[in-house]
């Protein structure tokens, strides 16, 4: 494993999973599944194989390349490496089949810190930013085919940026010169120039990163599709727990959750409380890194696991 790598809320995600009623209560005959949606560099996965009997099965996501190469030197029987997105797992399991899943969101600190990836805006590399660099387009590519328009949206929508306007106009001006970004620091730059206020201990740029790097690997549109087929493979007693970073992942698990854990009713119809329909979810909790994680790992102080049990007796 990559030392370099720091699993998140890591205890409080295998303890999260493994404490569902179905894992905690079952047969020596059982065969457990459980599903983590990101490899990333194997914590979390190779955490819950510890936790796991010898019949017990795990597929784990990725679409980086550089985590599956981790992920094949893994020498366990129990472990499938997918290289695909989770918003695809419903291919690999049958519904009502998994008995817990985790979604680490986000990006790895080795992804961050590779300057050749093009992730980070404090390290010179090409603008690539793409988690599987065997399709789609860079980063640099798409900003020199988008509009004013599209450039403006992507930053604004997907970074919650309120210079985006300003920003887009730069980078197509740029453009227009024959000098559009093709590096993290020819973009980094070109950011500060444009956002001349900014919160305290935050660069310039780390909204415009944020955005086109969502954008540009399709994450929140994987996270719901995610989501979904998560509530579909799930057993009911199984167990869902996500991990996000920052506030447009965080919201838009919370809502799905939340209205997936109640009945909506018409306002009044003369229903009685024992004839409600039983909503499919049960929400278990929010959690944060400790202090002391957060010190230990910086990177760890944005993220929010939240945790839901699949109610027994119900069908998604």
């Given at each position: 494993m990559n030392n370099t790598h720091r699993p998140?809320?890591?205890?409080?995600?295998?303890?999260?999973?493994?404490?569902?009623?179905?894992?905690?209560?079952q047969n020596p005959t059982d065969r457990i599944l459980i599903i983590d949606g990101t490899f990333g560099r194997g914590g979390h996965t190779q955490a819950l194989l510890k936790q796991l009997p010898v019949n017990a099965r795990m597929i784990s996501f990725d679409?980086?390349?550089?985590?599956?190469?981790?992920?094949?030197?893994?020498?366990?029987?129990?472990?499938?490496?997918?290289?695909d997105s989770f918003a695809s797992m419903d291919q690999y399991a049958e519904a009502e089949s998994v008995d817990g899943i985790l979604l680490d969101l986000g990006i790895s600190s080795p992804q961050a810190d590779e300057a050749h990836r093009g992730f980070s805006f404090r390290?010179?590399?090409?603008?690539?930013?793409?988690?599987?660099?065997?399709?789609?387009?860079?980063?640099?590519?798409?900003?020199?085919?988008?509009?004013?328009?599209?450039?403006?949206?992507v930053i604004k929508t997907y970074g919650e940026e309120r210079f985006a306007f300003q920003i887009a106009k730069a980078i197509v001006a740029k453009r227009e010169e024959g000098l559009a970004p093709k590096t993290t620091t020819q973009l980094a730059n070109l950011v500060a120039s444009v956002v001349r206020t900014r919160e305290v201990g935050q660069d310039p740029a780390t909204r415009t990163f944020q955005a086109l790097r969502i954008f540009i690997n399709c994450e929140?549109?994987?996270l719901e599709l995610g989501l979904k087929a998560a509530l579909k493979l799930l057993k009911p007693g199984a167990r869902l727990a996500v991990i996000s970073f920052h506030s447009l992942e965080d919201r838009i698990v919370k809502q799905f959750l939340q209205s997936h854990a109640k009945v909506e009713i018409p306002r009044g119809l003369p229903v009685r409380e024992k004839d409600l329909p039983?909503?499919?979810?049960?929400?278990?909790?929010?959690?944060?890194?400790?202090e002391s994680e957060v010190v230990e790992n910086p990177r760890a102080r944005s993220a929010i696991m939240r945790v839901a049990e699949k109610r027994l007796g119900v069908l998604a």
């Open positions: 998140v809320l890591l205890a409080e995600a295998v303890t999260a999973l493994t404490n569902g009623p179905l894992i905690q209560h679409k980086d390349l550089d985590a599956i190469a981790v992920a094949n030197k893994i020498n366990d029987q129990r472990l499938t490496i997918v290289h390290r010179e590399g090409l603008l690539d930013m793409r988690m599987n660099t065997n399709q789609g387009q860079t980063a640099a590519e798409w900003l020199v085919l988008a509009s004013l328009e599209e450039i403006t949206h929140l549109e994987d039983q909503s499919t979810l049960e929400i278990i909790g929010r959690i944060k890194p400790s």
